[in-house]
């Protein structure tokens, strides 16, 4: 139990343009999703967390207008990084959280921006 | 936890002994903590967690220690396989931070076989 998936879970594009990563809990309700970035052989770093229905909440840092998250459903979660540039490159994971208090992450996207 | 940056502790052990990954973490007012397992190009996986009224806590071939006057958590992986070859993070919940989790650093298991 307790999946989440993600999709693309490897895109490449050309700087400027836009890319929207999925994020989905197959087999629970996540009342809670949050979205990450991971460089290489670093941690992982809250980008920001999002209430099924309500506006997402940035950390300190991260451009909401950049990286629009929406969490149209229990289910679902999806990030769009808006005109990317080469130093958006990295590794977008989220994660989702339901009843209990455990958040269980989604595979991973990578992205390269060119 | 800890930020190690660009380089993260390894920890390189013989296949079948046990292993021990340690964690500091920062903050007392932290009630959860979790143990995640990553591979390479994959997402964290849940290991085990628990809770700040516990101090220990056992899985399957692992057990998770919790000391909080110290503020460190150990992960203890019994009969280390090959297959556990991963980066481990540990992670800390502050209740009144909205539920969200601040990752430790990271170390690297690396098991010969």
């Known amino acids: 139990g307790a999946v989440v998936s993600q999709h693309p879970s490897r895109v490449i594009c050309k700087s400027g343009t836009s890319v929207k990563i999925e994020c989905r809990s197959l087999d629970f309700q996540a009342t809670t999703m949050f979205w990450y970035r991971q460089f290489p052989k670093q941690s992982l770093m809250l980008m920001a967390t999002?209430?099924?229905?309500?506006?997402?909440?940035?950390e300190q840092g991260v451009e909401k207008d950049k990286f629009l998250i929406n969490h149209a459903s229990l289910t679902l979660s999806t990030l769009t990084v808006t005109s990317a540039h080469p130093e958006d490159s990295s590794f977008y994971i989220c994660?989702?959280?339901?009843?209990?208090?455990?958040?269980?992450f989604g595979p991973g996207t990578r992205l390269l921006v060119l | 936890g800890e930020s190690v940056g660009l380089h993260l502790p390894t920890l390189s052990v013989q296949e079948g002994d046990n292993s021990i990954i340690n964690c500091a973490y920062s903050?007392?007012?932290?009630?959860?903590f979790i143990w995640y397992k990553q591979e390479s190009g994959k997402g964290p996986q849940f290991i085990i967690d628990?809770?700040?009224?516990?101090d220990k806590r056992q899985g399957q071939r692992v057990t998770v220690l919790l000391n909080k006057t110290v503020k460190h958590l150990s992960l203890q992986i019994a009969a280390t396989q090959p297959g556990d070859s991963a980066v481990y993070f540990c992670?800390?919940?502050?209740?009144?931070?909205?539920?969200?989790?601040?990752f430790g650093g990271g170390t690297r298991l690396m098991v010969k076989p």
């Open positions: 628990i809770r700040s009224n516990m």
């Open positions: 903050n007392s007012a932290s009630d959860y």
């Open positions: 992670a800390e919940r502050t209740y009144n931070a909205g539920n969200m989790l601040t």
């Open positions: 999002s209430n099924e229905g309500s506006k997402a909440t940035y």
């Open positions: 994660s989702g959280q339901g009843e209990k208090e455990t958040q269980y």
